[in-house]
């Protein structure tokens, strides 16, 4: 049997009930994986150093396929429903059995990491996985340990990885040959049937974001950076909001892309690397991202490359939309030495509004900014998806309802709570469309979107006249040095003034309609704090 025994944990596998396997590969180091990936066909090297590999048929997380134990431990903390699907203790069991004779005879990938960047609220996750790119992906996304703190590393939480496992619908309760399934109680996460490799970090986020909250830590799906006068930025957003752009601010010191808490001292990132989308990236807008597809130690999922040059085509989205690049923090110039900021001067939720109703830029009050939070809006565009042939409203609570256990209540009412206490501004930025939606009008200016945050994040801003906008309530600039002023009215960037108040209206309808769900979480003063139907 192969091991790596000079940074081998002495909690081995047999510990944890997992026997027979043929060989075992511990903590390897990054050209260790290369080496084995690439000796196993499982990815190639692209000109200038990136790994490139493919993830089949799954090239996103597959939500619907995610279940939870309902057990005593998470019975009443975890919110059940759509989001977090149930199943019992003896069907995970179940599933867990055939887990361990089906990895028996397989060559494993074992990786002791780190989730979140505070020695005081970190947790001990090991992956083990069958794929060599699958350990590189889980030691680059994760906070490594020193080599010291191998040797007794005991894990809290185990993710099982075996992308060759199909579950069986029928004796299992799965809904089809994948399977997510995460067990609180005994601190295990399984993981069948899918290659995609995002399962991995995003399983590690919903523990966090499981055990957190009860220590008085805000967990958050969102990036953050630090100002020059040590003032720290969160951005909030869903996917495609420019969360990872916007945040990788050469003037800026970069905390993480992706992931964070906020603790009574910092807020600190739960990662050590990041994970963008690649498709379209741009060389001129997005400068730091692009450069890390041309580094050694980058992973890039579906990424299209020409076999015979090695050249990359960012734009060729033939295997998947989603395409995507893992790579270490510090490959973004000017990271903070330790993942880790002080606390928060200013909070920026970012939407891609693409019925082009929202302004640019919005100050927010603590009760619209958790009003906001609670909804988590923005909008897919007509191609993203198999049968959205016009803009599509997604309401994602949290700004990211598939990784939330607990009731988005518990969130929102911890965000209030740090808003109030630190005196954060809140802002809400528009991303989206402008002079019309998707397919009239046009994306909102990347250098429009940064003036106007540079210009939030130095103060300026709170100094600039403001209007109250009518359908949403929340005040918005009507003057920004440096920012065309007809921008900054989304009414007046449309031709069809008649058409905007019927759209405005109509994304008013769907902000109410989505917010029944939380009416009876609230108090009266976030109930009035959002937008009104006419």
């Known amino acids: 049997m192969k091991s790596t025994d000079a940074v081998k944990s002495n909690f081995s596998l047999e510990n944890q009930g997992i026997t027979g396997v043929a060989n075992q590969y511990w903590n390897l180091n990054t050209p260790q994986l290369y080496e084995e990936a690439i000796r196993r066909g499982e990815g190639q090297i692209a000109k200038d150093g990136p790994l490139v590999v493919k993830t089949g048929k799954h090239t996103g997380r597959s939500a619907n396929d995610k279940f939870t134990v309902r057990d005593e431990t998470t019975e009443n903390t975890v919110w059940w429903g759509d989001v977090n699907r149930d199943i019992s203790s003896e069907q995970f069991d179940a599933i867990h059995n055939t887990f361990l004779e089906h990895i028996k005879e397989k060559d494993?990938?074992?990786?002791?990491?780190?989730?979140?960047?505070?020695?005081?609220?970190?947790?001990?996750?090991?992956?083990?996985?069958?794929?060599?790119?699958?350990?590189?992906?889980?030691?680059?996304?994760?906070?490594?340990?020193?080599?010291?703190?191998?040797?007794?590393?005991?894990?809290?939480?185990?993710?099982?990885?075996?992308?060759?496992?199909?579950?069986?619908?029928?004796?299992?309760?799965?809904?089809?040959?994948t399977v997510i399934a995460v067990?609180?109680?005994?601190?295990?996460?399984?993981?069948?049937?899918?290659?995609?490799?995002?399962?991995?970090?995003?399983?590690?986020?919903?523990?966090?974001?499981?055990?957190?909250?009860?220590?008085?830590?805000?967990?958050?799906?969102?990036?953050?950076?630090?100002?020059?006068?040590?003032?720290?930025?969160?951005?909030?957003?869903?996917?495609?909001?420019?969360?990872?752009?916007?945040?990788?601010?050469?003037?800026?010191?970069?905390?993480?892309?992706?992931?964070?808490?906020?603790?009574?001292?910092?807020?600190?990132?739960?990662?050590?690397?990041?994970?963008?989308?690649?498709?379209?990236?741009?060389?001129?807008?997005?400068?730091?991202?692009?450069?890390?597809?041309?580094?050694?130690?980058?992973?890039?999922?579906?990424?299209?490359?020409?076999?015979?040059?090695?050249?990359?085509?960012?734009?060729?989205?033939?295997?998947?939309?989603?395409?995507?690049?893992?790579?270490?923090?510090?490959?973004?110039?000017?990271?903070?030495?330790?993942?880790?900021?002080?606390?928060?001067?200013?909070?920026?939720?970012?939407?891609?509004?693409?019925?082009?109703?929202?302004?640019?830029i919005a100050r927010l009050t603590p009760e619209q900014a958790m009003y906001h939070f609670l909804s988590g809006y923005t909008a897919k565009v007509a191609g993203t998806e198999i049968g959205v042939k016009e803009p599509q409203a997604t309401f994602s609570t949290c700004f990211g309802a598939p990784f939330m256990?607990?009731?988005?209540?518990?969130?929102?009412?911890?965000?209030?709570?740090?808003?109030?206490?630190?005196?954060?501004?809140?802002?809400?930025?528009?991303?989206?469309?402008?002079?019309?939606?998707?397919g009239t009008g046009n994306r909102m200016p990347i250098k429009a979107t940064r003036a106007l945050l540079h210009a939030a994040l130095d103060g300026s801003l709170n100094n600039a006249p403001m209007r109250v906008d009518p359908y949403f309530g929340f005040e918005v600039p009507t003057e920004v040095p440096g920012v065309d002023t007809g921008i900054l009215n989304p009414r007046d960037t449309w031709a069809d003034k008649d058409a905007y108040d019927a759209k405005a209206e109509y994304l008013v309808g769907l902000f109410v309609d989505n917010f029944k769900t939380f009416i009876d979480h609230v108090d009266d003063q976030v109930k009035t704090a959002g937008p009104k139907a006419s």
């Open 108 to 177: 494993v990938f074992v990786q002791d990491l780190w989730g979140g960047s505070d020695p005081d609220h970190r947790v001990a996750v090991r992956t083990i996985g069958e794929y060599a790119w699958h350990s590189l992906f889980c030691r680059t996304m994760l906070v490594r340990p020193e080599i010291e703190e191998l040797a007794d590393f005991k894990p809290q939480f185990t993710i099982i990885n075996l992308p060759s496992f199909k579950a069986d619908p029928a004796t299992m309760g799965t809904r089809s040959e």
């Open 183 to 360: 067990n609180f109680a005994k601190g295990l996460v399984l993981i069948g049937g899918t290659e995609y490799a995002g399962e991995n970090k995003k399983s590690v986020f919903s523990i966090l974001n499981y055990l957190l909250p009860e220590k008085g830590i805000m967990p958050m799906h969102c990036s953050a950076n630090i100002g020059p006068e040590g003032d720290v930025a969160i951005f909030f957003g869903l996917s495609g909001t420019g969360k990872t752009t916007l945040s990788a601010d050469s003037t800026r010191t970069l905390i993480g892309d992706d992931e964070h808490g906020w603790s009574d001292e910092s807020v600190f990132n739960f990662e050590g690397g990041c994970y963008a989308k690649m498709i379209r990236l741009s060389e001129e807008a997005e400068p730091e991202i692009y450069a890390t597809t041309r580094k050694y130690g980058t992973i890039l999922e579906n990424v299209v490359m020409d076999e015979v040059t090695r050249e990359l085509d960012l734009d060729d989205n033939t295997l998947a939309e989603n395409t995507r690049g893992a790579y270490p923090i510090d490959f973004i110039p000017n990271t903070s030495e330790h993942n880790r900021g002080g606390l928060p001067k200013n909070i920026i939720m970012l939407t891609a509004d693409a019925f082009g109703v929202l302004p640019p």
């Open 405 to 438: 256990p607990r009731h988005p209540s518990v969130y929102g009412n911890l965000l209030r709570k740090k808003i109030a206490e630190g005196g954060v501004n809140c802002w809400l930025v528009n991303t989206g469309w402008t002079g019309g939606e998707y």
